[in-house]
């Protein structure tokens, strides 16, 4: 069980808004550390989405935001387009000296 | 553009030592700006940060592997390695290397990432 927690699945229809969260706990994303975002398409490596709680690397559409508060963060991706289909991972840091990823989010669009 | 390749024994025998390499093209691995991580994913699972390596040799490891990592540098060969030893099954899993931003160090974000490789262990 990871110690960053996200909820196994998430879906939306064609168009709509679906957010992902990422839980953490006062050792990692609550003690000030960023959480950054990853795309993982099918049979393929992650992507990087989102770094630094909120920033999006060249390339990364403006429909994918990222933002974090208190031990939880969250991934909101508006428009919602088939090509999103894939597996979304959080990731941060613990206070005991590792980089941790959540356990994965498996969206899918209706 | 940088591009990161993984390398190596596709099939490990149990209680032996997985051994992998990590070729970067399109930049130098002795950036003062980076370090250079390996992460793997278990068929149908998440993601799991190994460790990461600075081009001085400095390196970080996931407490829960410390015992059995250890990640090197060879900067003539713009590369870096990974060896994991007593592999078990469990160890089964896909393997990637990515790059990291120095500043906060294992803090950071891993972008890009090599296309991975799949080392299953096996008797």
């Known amino acids: 069980q990871s110690v960053l927690t996200q909820p196994p699945s998430v879906s939306g229809a064609p168009g709509q808004r679906v957010t992902i969260s990422c839980t953490g706990s006062?050792?990692?994303?609550?003690?000030?550390?960023?959480v950054h975002w990853y795309q993982q398409l099918p049979g393929t490596a992650p992507k990087l989405l989102i770094y630094?709680?909120?920033n999006r690397p060249s390339g990364v559409p403006d429909r994918f935001s990222g933002s974090k508060s208190g031990t939880s963060a969250s991934l909101a991706i508006t428009g919602l387009q088939a090509e999103d289909e894939a597996d979304y991972y959080c990731?941060?840091?613990?206070?005991?000296?590792?980089?941790?990823f959540g356990g994965g989010t498996k969206l899918t669009v209706l | 553009q940088l591009q990161l390749q993984e390398s190596g024994p596709g099939l490990v025998k149990p209680s032996e030592t997985l051994s992998l390499t990590c070729t970067v093209s399109?930049?130098?691995?002795?950036?003062?700006?980076?370090?250079w991580g390996w992460i793997r994913q278990p068929p149908g699972k998440g993601l799991e940060w190994i460790g990461s390596?600075?081009?001085?040799?400095?390196?970080y490891y996931n407490p829960s592997l410390k015992s059995r990592v250890t990640i090197s540098v060879d900067t003539s060969k713009n590369q870096f390695s990974l060896k994991l030893s007593s592999v078990t099954a469990a160890d089964t899993a896909v393997y990637y290397c990515?790059?990291?931003?120095?500043?906060?160090?294992?803090?950071?974000?891993?972008?890009?990432w090599g296309q991975g490789t799949l080392v299953t262990v096996s008797s």
């Open positions: 990515a790059r990291q931003p120095e500043i906060a160090a294992v803090e950071n974000w891993f972008d890009p």
């Open positions: 399109g930049g130098s691995i002795s950036s003062s700006s980076y370090y």
């Open positions: 390596i600075y081009y001085s040799g400095s390196t």
């Open positions: 006062s050792s990692n994303i609550g003690a000030g550390y960023d």
């Open positions: 630094g709680n909120s």
């Open positions: 990731q941060s840091y613990d206070s005991s000296l590792s980089a941790l």
